[in-house]
């Protein structure tokens, strides 16, 4: 989809529907919709009258060959109360409108601004909106739906500002199309992205985006002793590998922070010898969303470059239960040198990432991000409504919230008070991979990272419930949803 800033008059330009947006319950219509209206000789205002037109929030009103535009279509998206607006619902709207329109052929969209919302942040927003709503994976369809939005014109956005408008399209751009990169990985089947795929698919983007990139296979992975990795890893004919990307500024201080980003990346978990049901375990292809979050957030930095270095380190392996799996009750020994006793194998996310973490120290990093599709508590607590953020220490984990609001994306924190950290607490090792006593799953699970993250500043994000959708909304399609890497993304570029 090209999307292009368009200067010429909306009613000027051949496209094959024009979409803008109306408030709730509008007595009158002002500015550019004024305008459509009296050259549709009031039909809006008789619609709205008549109840048709409400404004009510995503509400669709599809008006075919509009007189007074060269549009053969106006969509116009109902936008809830204006004291209520946000860029967030703007996203939202310009995706729905984009969703709506693909199916019924149309190849050419004018997205019309409003006169209350005309800035770079409104801009960037819309572009978010339509590149994320864009996403469709028919690639394994053997007949192709054949349809394709080909050019999308933002009209009506403050042309005095024009150099930062055009940032602010391509900068929504890069963020957008980072989603679709991770949901195209997420999506895709456990028999097509083993952990040495996903390493290939890395190492490529890595090279085409211009990242740092290093793969470890098997031996150096047993070289450096991540026996919390390899534990998960040995029940498997595929080998695992780690997953190593750098982005490193221009200008490097002495003594400058460097952020972490550890992704889990199992690319299918049966639970291993604890096994999951059969019974919606195919999603378990998904296991790997939050090393798809991390690659995302990767490709997104090289081009929005931050003045952070960053390093992203992505454990890969699958979780299964073959001859030689490890079993209830073993003990590994992480890369750390703690000893861990396996109390359930199904609770391998935390293993891969306890390596990780201390991997990413190992190279130097002073301030970690894990996200990792780690519990199915998370979605008791919180639906698929909110990710689920811990973190230590919370101004650490506060300065991270901030970016979440910034970008509208709903994370709620979480406790980690000492008393989750007694139930990890193991009989005959360091720790255990499953919190002893009833509930506060999300949490134990967490405490268990942060045995590896130390005082290393660090937050975690769970995102088993939210990386994925079953259900489609009006503006994004099931499936993986690329949530976390707009926050992760606006973090590192405040670092
Ligand atoms: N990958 C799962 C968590 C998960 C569940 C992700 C549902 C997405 C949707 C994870 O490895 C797991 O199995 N966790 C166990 C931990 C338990 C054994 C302590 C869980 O949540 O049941
Ligand atoms: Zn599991
Ligand atoms: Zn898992």
Not at 31 to 49: C, E, F, K, N, Y
Request: aromatic share 6%; net charge negative.
């Amino acid at each position: 989809m090209q999307i292009e800033l368009e200067t010429q008059p909306y009613s000027s330009i051949h496209a094959d529907a024009l979409i803008t947006y109306i408030f709730d319950k509008q007595e009158k219509f002002e500015g550019a919709l004024g305008d459509i209206d009296s050259a549709m000789h009031g039909r809006l205002l008789s619609l709205a009258a008549g109840g048709e037109l409400t404004g009510k929030m995503l509400e669709l009103v599809l008006l075919h060959f509009p007189e007074g535009l060269t549009a053969q279509r106006l969509l116009l998206v109902g936008a809830g109360k204006p004291e209520k607006f946000s860029p967030g619902d703007l996203r939202k709207i310009a995706g729905t409108a984009l969703r709506y329109l693909k199916p019924r052929g149309v190849k050419k969209i004018i997205f019309l601004a409003r006169e209350t919302e005309r800035g770079p942040g409104a801009a960037q927003a819309v572009v978010e909106g339509l590149v994320t709503a864009d996403f469709e994976s028919d690639k394994y369809r053997t007949e192709k739906k054949n349809r394709e939005i080909q050019s999308a014109w933002l009209v009506g956005f403050d042309s005095g500002l024009g150099a930062d408008l055009q940032a602010a399209i391509d900068h929504g751009r890069v963020i957008a199309e980072s989603q679709n990169f991770a949901r195209d990985l997420i999506i895709e089947p456990s028999n097509r992205l083993t952990p040495r795929v996903l390493a290939a698919k890395a190492e490529a983007m890595a090279n085409e985006v211009g990242l740092g990139v290093e793969i470890l296979d098997e031996r150096k992975i047993a070289e450096l002793k991540m026996g919390a990795l390899l534990g998960v890893a040995q029940g498997s004919v595929e080998p695992p590998r780690v997953i190593v990307l750098r982005y490193e500024p221009q200008h490097l201080r002495p003594g400058a922070p460097v952020l972490g980003l550890v992704g889990k990346a199992v690319t299918f978990d049966t639970g291993g010898i604890s096994i999951k049901p059969a019974n919606n375990m195919e999603k378990m292809k998904y296991d790997m969303g939050g090393g798809g979050t991390m690659l995302g957030v990767m490709r997104a930095l090289a081009f929005l470059k931050p003045s952070v270095s960053v390093i992203a380190v992505i454990p890969s392996t699958e979780n299964m239960p073959g001859g030689r799996a490890q079993k209830p009750g073993d003990v590994q020994i992480a890369m750390s040198g703690k000893t861990i006793e396996v109390i359930n194998t199904d609770a391998e996310g935390r293993l891969i990432l306890a390596d990780g973490v201390s991997y990413a120290r190992k190279l130097g990093c002073t301030h970690l991000i894990d996200a990792a599709t780690l519990t199915g508590a998370i979605e008791v607590a919180l639906a698929n409504v909110h990710v689920g953020a811990f973190g230590t220490p919370r101004e650490y984990l506060d300065r991270f919230l901030e970016s979440t609001r910034a970008v509208g994306e709903k994370m709620w924190p979480m406790p980690m008070d000492e008393e989750y950290q007694e139930m990890i607490k193991s009989d005959i090792a360091d720790i255990r991979n499953t919190g002893s006593g009833k509930g506060g799953g999300a949490s134990t699970g967490a405490w268990f990272i942060k045995e590896f993250a130390e005082d290393t500043p660090w937050i975690h994000l769970d995102i088993a419930s939210t990386c994925w959708v079953d259900e489609g909304r009006p503006w994004l399609a099931k499936g993986p949803t690329g949530v976390a890497i707009r926050s992760i993304v606006d973090f590192a570029l405040k670092m």
